[in-house]
């Protein structure tokens, strides 16, 4: 796209950039990389409530990390203490991310941002990283599906039990992929104007979601947050003006809970597709059993064909057992993201968005299909939906 006169008003991502200058190349010759504390917060709200904040009207965001950092006290008084499958990842039941009255363009479980992060980039893995699980605490030893990295601390085993008196430390990181990619920045957000509003909301998860608890016993968790962005600063030109890359897209991440999901093929409407967006992956775990729930782990014996379908019955990609998709995920991430906590993927982004992301102007009616082989109880299948949605005119 030419430069757009600088007398001229640009509408990007919702908002008029007056004397601005959509130029690409100037833009990438003339930028640099920055990162700094966004918001830091000594004592969260606590589980089952809400930290909100605004993010910095600064430069072109691209990402923003939030480390998470607290200690976990167990006592166990006259009962026994307990984890489920949804510590420690989704101690973030949701976070979201909204732009310029654009909101919830992320909105995912901390779970989901975890796995993200190994399918974003594919030059990192959990390969070699132990952490326990499944078993009494400090639980069976995994050394790949963890989704951990190696400077990151559980403080307790995921679903594990016979947890003893004590205080054990964590520290997690969760990275909020404002752009798709940090090369091009497709979807990146321009935050450098007073007319910019970002607001982040983190909803932690409860207690009863997280641990399960018997007698008097408890488990209290204490956490700070520090939120750092990863940010690229603005040149300008010879007159003055800023210098832009072509900011026309949100890169959105949403989630669905699907209740509907039961044993044999069963085909999952993926919601808010439209014209305007092209989906990039299409990603799920299937939570079974009386409460506290489990993943169910993606393997053959688990699952029979896993695919996408639109229109009537159009069926491009279709995986005939969990086992082959499990193999094919592998593949692309370096980490087996199903060996734990259950994930499948249907990727049309790791190896070329602009050949095989899905156009959902024509691609109607898109489902995501997955085949469970055993019977379930209360399932919900989560599914998250990564797409670039159209943010902006010139």
Request: hydrophobic letters at 40%; proline letters at 4%; a negative charge.
């Amino acid at each position: 796209m030419p430069p757009v006169s600088a007398d001229a008003q640009v509408s990007v991502q919702g908002v008029q950039i007056p004397r601005s200058s959509i130029d690409p190349a100037g833009f990438y010759k003339g930028t640099s990389r920055q990162r700094f504390l966004e918001k830091s917060i000594s004592s969260f709200a606590g589980l089952g409530y809400t930290d909100s904040f605004t993010i910095k009207q600064a430069g072109i965001i691209a990402a923003i990390d939030i480390n998470v950092v607290g200690t976990v006290v167990a006592t166990l008084g006259t009962g026994a203490c307990a984890t489920t499958a949804r510590w420690p990842h989704d101690l973030i039941k949701a976070i979201r991310f909204s732009a310029n009255g654009v909101n919830n363009i992320i909105n995912v479980s901390g779970g989901k941002l975890q796995v993200h992060r190994f399918m974003e980039t594919g030059d990192i893995s959990d390969k070699g990283i132990a952490q326990g699980a499944n078993a009494a605490s400090p639980g069976t030893t995994f050394y790949t599906g963890s989704l951990s990295l190696g400077s990151e601390a559980w403080g307790v085993g995921s679903n594990v039990t016979a947890i003893g008196a004590g205080t054990y430390n964590f520290d997690l990181t969760y990275r909020l992929p404002v752009a798709f990619d940090l090369v091009k920045l497709l979807g990146a957000v321009f935050a450098q104007t007073s007319s910019t509003s970002l607001d982040i909301g983190i909803d932690w998860n409860t207690s009863a979601n997280l641990f399960t608890l018997t007698g008097t016993a408890t488990m209290v968790v204490s956490a700070a947050v520090y939120t750092e962005g990863i940010v690229f600063s603005i040149p300008r030109n010879s007159n003055g003006d800023p210098i832009i890359p072509n900011l026309q897209a949100f890169h959105s991440l949403v989630q669905y809970n699907d209740f509907g999901v039961g044993q044999g093929a069963y085909e999952s409407t993926l919601m808010g597709t439209g014209v305007g967006k092209r989906l990039l992956r299409a990603y799920w775990q299937l939570w079974n059993g009386a409460a506290p729930q489990t993943p169910v782990i993606l393997n053959e014996t688990n699952f029979g064909q896993c695919g996408w379908r639109f229109g009537g019955n159009e069926t491009p990609e279709a995986f005939q057992t969990g086992r082959t998709l499990r193999m094919w995920q592998e593949r692309l991430y370096n980490t087996d993201i199903a060996n734990l906590f259950g994930f499948g993927c249907m990727d049309f982004s790791s190896q070329w968005a602009m050949r095989d992301s899905i156009d959902e102007a024509t691609a109607t009616n898109l489902r995501l299909l997955v085949t469970p082989l055993n019977s379930l109880t209360t399932p919900v299948l989560e599914v998250v939906q990564e797409s670039l949605m159209s943010g902006s005119a010139a």
